[in-house]
């Protein structure tokens, strides 16, 4: 969960003791940062005299995470000395095996032609031993969006970070590049709070989609997709099933589960397609009718009656304004009725007293 905003500090110079004090906050961090990258760099040094840790000119430090088809380690890059995160993909069943190497070559492209703070960054792309990889940027500190979600957050915190994301996925939109694949585990938090889409390994460009999917083909996870995904026509998804995968997003954020659940993946399915949501405010009250109308836009079974990516963070900050306006406004008013309260209280009390008896 992020910090709150602090207060707006006092208009005017920074006294002396002020940049004093900022100097050396700078000087500690920096001398913080220099032991961190002499600490890291002798650790890399070590380990990249062992070749099962090289790949290509990285070094691989240790495992983040594993999946069916590949490994995600914590690297460094010895030549631009900085941290990296490395994708490699695994052996496998030699069909399976390319269809996977396209795909790992496509997130690469499909990231690198993406710049966008809200979007993981990809530096290389290369083969070691015959066997593929991505390097990426790093992420320090990162959370997924799942695990923030399962934490129950508040609202407004909620709306802070999947308006983030609403935006990184207007950039990619922008750009004729369709996710196709969002979901809470492929946002990451960083250190800062800040909101960053990964995984693009299912994405295609508008303008020339996959030839890897066919007519018929289901690709996504089951609880995230569109309509138009589950039936299967690779012709019909574009921006609209990313901002569907965002409806059922803020659906979980906010109801702590996802709009359609069931017994077997084929009854889920059937649901996505057949059957409408449950409207969020039914499972919490607190919601708003503006913000459970947005959501319910989203998850429409019409792909173009969902706003789109840009649009809806638009509407989704907007939402957290009135919010915050309203927030304001009550505690602004509980103020200014406490001392009418305090008055009664002790007007009451002092005729108690003057009768011989406390009233309470």
């Known amino acids: ?36 990258i002499r600490a890291i760099t002798k650790r890399a040094d070590q380990a990249a005299k062992d070749p099962q840790r090289r790949v290509g000119r990285y070094v691989a430090l240790r495992e983040l995470g594993r999946g069916a088809m590949g490994i995600v380690f914590h690297g460094w890059d ?3 000395s900085r941290e990296v995160a490395i994708k490699i993909l695994q052996p496998c069943g030699s069909g399976a095996f390319d269809i996977e190497r396209e795909r790992l070559v496509r997130e690469a492209r499909s990231c690198g032609r993406l710049r966008h703070r809200g979007i993981v960054g990809v530096h290389d792309v290369g083969e070691h ?46 750009r004729n590049v369709v996710h196709r694949d969002l979901k809470p585990a492929n946002v990451l938090i960083d250190s800062s709070g800040q909101a960053i889409v ?53 659906y ?28 969020p405010r039914s499972l919490r009250p607190e919601i ?45 008013g509980a103020g200014l009725a406490l001392p009418w309260v305090l008055a009664i209280a002790g007007g009451a009390l002092v005729a108690g007293l003057v009768l011989g008896r406390v009233v309470l």
């Open 288 to 332: 708003s009718t503006e913000l459970e109308g947005i959501i319910l836009r989203c998850l429409s079974k019409d792909p173009s009656h969902r706003p789109t990516a840009g649009r809806l963070a638009d509407l989704l900050k907007d939402e957290l304004a009135r919010r915050r306006a309203q927030a304001s406004a009550d505690a602004a």
């Open 129 to 174: 031993k015959q066997q593929p990889y991505v390097v990426m940027e790093f992420i320090e500190g990162s959370r997924t969006l799942e695990d923030v979600i399962e934490d129950r957050p508040e609202i407004d915190d909620a709306l802070e970070l999947i308006i983030e994301v609403s935006r990184a996925i207007a950039h990619a939109h922008e």
């Open 198 to 250: 990964t995984d693009f390994g299912l994405a295609q460009t508008i303008e020339k989609p996959s030839q890897l999917t066919q007519d018929g083909t289901v690709l996504g996870t089951p609880e995230y997709m569109a309509p138009e995904q589950v039936e299967g026509y690779p012709d019909v998804v574009g921006p609209p099933t990313d901002v569907y995968a965002l409806g059922a997003v803020l």
């Open 1 to 36: 969960m992020r910090t709150k905003t602090p207060p707006p500090t006092p208009i005017g110079p920074p006294s002396s003791g002020e940049i004093k004090a900022s100097s050396r906050e700078g000087r500690q961090r920096a001398r913080e940062t220099t032991k961190y």
């Open 252 to 279: 979980q954020a906010f109801c702590g589960r996802t709009p359609f659940q069931a017994s077997s993946l084929f009854e889920t399915l059937e649901r996505i397609v057949e059957t409408e949501a449950v409207p």
């Open 78 to 80: 010895p030549q631009l």
